[in-house]
C-alpha cells in the first residue's frame, strides 16, 4: 500500500526481538515510551529507566503482553547507576539491548552559561550513556550478543545559536559511539547512533515550542513535524539481528532536514 508523501504509518507488528531484555533511558516519555513500546511489540521484554518512575510506560508494555520494570535513576550519577545494575541484571538475568536515550536539550546564551551548567548538560546527555553502557556491556559480553543505540541529534549539521553545551555533548555521543564500537566489536556487540530531529515530544514542545516546530518542518524534505514514532524504525533495525555487520555509525532520523 502506497501513503501519500508525508503521512505517517504504523509500524509492523513482527517478533524481530523476541527474547531480548531491552534497557532504555528515559523511558518515562516522549522519544523513551515509543521506543519502549515497539521493542516490546516486536517481542523484548523493557527495563524503562528515568529519573522519575516510567510506571504509564511500563503499563502499556504489559498490555502489548511483555514483561517490564520501571527503574529511577539520575544517570548523570555514577553511584545511582551503579544502584540499579543489580535491579537490571537480576530481572531477566542479562540484558542484550541498550538504548541510550536519557537526555536534555536547553538553549542557553553562552555569554551567560556558566561552568555548573554546562557540566550538567555534558553529564546527562554525554556521561550518562558511558555510565549505562559499562553498566551493561558485561553482561553482553558474557552472551557474545549486544546492541547498543545512542540518541544523538541532527542538530550536529546545522547552525542552531545558543546551544553550545548540547551541540558539544551529542558530537561527543558521535565520536563516543565510534570508539566504543571498535572496543565492544570483539564481543559480538554493535554500537550506533540515531540523530532525531526536534520533534512534537513534551520535551520538545516545552523547550523549543510550536512555532519554531513548524519552522523547522518547513525546511525538512517530509514537511511534517516530527513525533516520537518517527525514530523507533531506525533504533528498531539497530538493536536487532539485521545489524549484525554495522557498527560504529549513525543514522539521522529528521525528515531529511540535513540534507541543507
Request: charged share 20%.
Given at each position: 500500500?502506497?501513503?501519500?508523501?508525508?503521512?505517517?504509518?504504523?509500524?509492523?507488528?513482527?517478533?524481530?526481538?523476541?527474547?531480548?531484555?531491552?534497557?532504555?533511558?528515559?523511558?518515562?516519555?516522549?522519544?523513551?515510551?515509543?521506543?519502549?513500546?515497539?521493542?516490546a511489540r516486536?517481542?523484548?521484554?523493557?527495563?524503562?529507566?528515568?529519573?522519575?518512575?516510567?510506571?504509564?510506560?511500563?503499563?502499556?508494555?504489559?498490555?502489548?503482553?511483555?514483561?517490564?520494570?520501571?527503574?529511577?535513576?539520575?544517570?548523570?550519577?555514577?553511584?545511582?547507576?551503579?544502584?540499579?545494575?543489580?535491579?537490571?541484571?537480576?530481572?531477566?538475568?542479562?540484558?542484550?539491548?541498550?538504548?541510550?536515550n536519557a537526555?536534555?536539550?536547553?538553549?542557553?546564551?553562552?555569554?551567560?552559561?556558566?561552568?555548573?551548567?554546562?557540566?550538567?548538560?555534558?553529564?546527562?546527555?554525554?556521561?550518562?550513556?558511558?555510565?549505562?553502557?559499562?553498566?551493561?556491556?558485561?553482561?553482553?559480553?558474557?552472551?557474545?550478543?549486544?546492541?547498543?543505540?545512542?540518541?544523538?541529534?541532527?542538530?550536529?549539521?546545522?547552525?542552531?545559536?545558543?546551544?553550545?553545551?548540547?551541540?558539544?555533548?551529542?558530537?561527543?555521543?558521535?565520536?563516543?559511539?565510534?570508539?566504543?564500537?571498535?572496543?565492544?566489536?570483539?564481543?559480538?556487540?554493535?554500537?550506533?547512533?540515531?540523530?532525531?530531529?526536534?520533534?512534537?515530544?513534551?520535551?520538545?514542545?516545552?523547550?523549543?515550542?510550536?512555532?519554531?516546530?513548524?519552522?523547522?518542518?518547513?525546511?525538512?524534505?517530509?514537511?511534517?513535524?516530527?513525533?516520537?514514532?518517527?525514530?523507533?524504525?531506525?533504533?528498531?533495525?539497530?538493536?536487532?539481528?539485521?545489524?549484525?555487520?554495522?557498527?560504529?555509525?549513525?543514522?539521522?532520523?529528521?525528515?531529511?532536514?540535513?540534507?541543507?
Open positions: 500500500m502506497r501513503h501519500a508523501p508525508g503521512q505517517e504509518r504504523s509500524m509492523p507488528t513482527t517478533s524481530s526481538h523476541s527474547g531480548r531484555v531491552a534497557v532504555v533511558t528515559g523511558a518515562a516519555g516522549g522519544f523513551g515510551t515509543a521506543i519502549s513500546l515497539e521493542l516486536r517481542g523484548a521484554d523493557i527495563i524503562a529507566v528515568d529519573l522519575k518512575a516510567a510506571e504509564d510506560t511500563i503499563s502499556a508494555v504489559r498490555e502489548i503482553g511483555r514483561k517490564g520494570i520501571t527503574l529511577q535513576a539520575d544517570l548523570a550519577d555514577p553511584e545511582q547507576v551503579e544502584a540499579i545494575t543489580a535491579d537490571m541484571r537480576a530481572f531477566a538475568g542479562r540484558i542484550d539491548i541498550l538504548v541510550n537526555g536534555i536539550f536547553p538553549f542557553r546564551n553562552v555569554w551567560e552559561l556558566d561552568f555548573a551548567e554546562w557540566k550538567r548538560i555534558q553529564s546527562i546527555n554525554l556521561d550518562s550513556q558511558f555510565l549505562m553502557a559499562k553498566a551493561v556491556m558485561g553482561s553482553m559480553r558474557e552472551n557474545s550478543w549486544g546492541r547498543i543505540v545512542n540518541l544523538a541529534s541532527n542538530s550536529l549539521g546545522l547552525t542552531v545559536p545558543d546551544m553550545v553545551p548540547y551541540m558539544a555533548a551529542k558530537g561527543g555521543v558521535v565520536g563516543f559511539t565510534r570508539a566504543l564500537a571498535t572496543d565492544l566489536a570483539p564481543y559480538g556487540i554493535t554500537v550506533n547512533a540515531v540523530c532525531p530531529t526536534a520533534s512534537s515530544t513534551p520535551g520538545g514542545q516545552t523547550f523549543i515550542g510550536d512555532e519554531v516546530l513548524q519552522a523547522v518542518a518547513e525546511m525538512q524534505a517530509i514537511k511534517r513535524v516530527g513525533s516520537a514514532t518517527d525514530i523507533v524504525g531506525a533504533v528498531c533495525f539497530l538493536s536487532s539481528d539485521d545489524c549484525a555487520f554495522m557498527t560504529g555509525q549513525t543514522l539521522v532520523a529528521d525528515g531529511g532536514l540535513m540534507r541543507v
